[in-house]
């Protein structure tokens, strides 16, 4: 219970006093002011924070000013300022961090990833990781020309190509496609889902699943409509990538893809 009406008047209001800072720290329990939203602090970056009630649920919220009460007292979150790292580091892949890195030489293999929005993906959790191999990832804005492509890289010993693909299930175009190419340096793995959307799990984001999107209708468009954002695409997946910190905000099925085709374009041929 709080002393008073906290929300009376107009609190936010420059001159009613200054406004505490506090740093969003991980398991820090606060209340979002305007929904009434109550959890602890399980991440945070520069733009929003995501809260955990105790029912497992989570919510993203942006770091606005006056926006949080803790302890029935308003405060504005920050993010908080990194602290000096205690042992080994773990990069956001949970591999062990190299302090000091700069970025090797890049192979000659290669990671090709259907879309910008996968690259961005991979990039955020495995980022540090491709650094210390010194593995590059493209992007193809699609499979259908998968061989020619494949043909055009020219693989062999020494020059490995990794292909990550959407929706590569029994009896989908994508797996025909990718069967088509059968050449031993490389590798074509991919996940259940339709859009690389899907392997970021819905509690990171605090929904409770992906939509269901009918046939006929876009699929980015149908998700978008069907959890009530008011955005366009582009701005529905910044907000899912931000709500992404780590590969625990990932599905197991991206995960170990992902792993697989590091591991192979970096395996001596």
């Not at 970025?103 to 090709?112: C, F, L, N, T």
């Not at 259907?114 to 990039?123: I, K, N, R, T, W």
């Not at 989908?172 to 959307?197: C, F, M, N």
């Not at 799990?201 to 069907?226: D, H, M, N, Q, T």
Request: charged share 25%; aromatic share 6%.
């Amino acid at each position: 219970m709080y002393d008073g009406d906290v929300l009376a008047g107009n609190w936010r209001r420059p001159g009613k006093g200054k406004i505490p800072q506090v740093a969003a720290e991980p398991d820090l329990v606060v209340e979002d002011a305007d929904s009434g939203f109550c959890g602890a602090v399980v991440a945070c970056d520069k733009e929003a924070v995501t809260l955990e009630d105790r029912f497992g649920k989570r919510r993203l919220f942006p770091l606005a000013p006056a926006a949080f009460l803790l302890e029935g007292r308003v405060v504005t979150l920050v993010r908080p300022q990194a602290a000096a790292p205690r042992g080994h580091r773990r990069s956001a892949s949970g591999s062990i961090a190299v302090e000091g890195l700069r970025a090797r030489v890049a192979r000659k293999s290669r990671i090709y990833v259907e879309g910008v929005h996968d690259a961005a993906l991979v990039e955020k959790i495995w980022g540090h990781d491709l650094r210390v191999e010194g593995v590059v990832v493209e992007y193809l804005e699609g499979v259908d020309d998968l061989p020619a492509i494949v043909g055009e890289f020219g693989p062999e010993p020494g020059r490995r190509l990794g292909v990550l693909v959407d929706h590569l299930v029994p009896g989908s175009k994508e797996s025909r496609i990718a069967a088509q190419v059968t050449s031993p340096h490389v590798l074509v793995v991919g996940h259940p889902y339709v859009d690389i959307w899907q392997a970021v799990k819905p509690s990171a984001l605090g929904i409770r699943a992906w939509p269901e999107v009918p046939r006929g209708v876009p699929w980015k468009e149908g998700v978008i409509a069907a959890l009530g954002w008011r955005m366009e695409p582009a701005d529905a997946w910044r907000r899912i990538l931000g709500a992404v910190s780590t590969y625990a905000d990932l599905e197991p099925e991206l995960l170990g893809r992902v792993e697989e085709l590091i591991d192979f374009v970096t395996e001596a041929s």
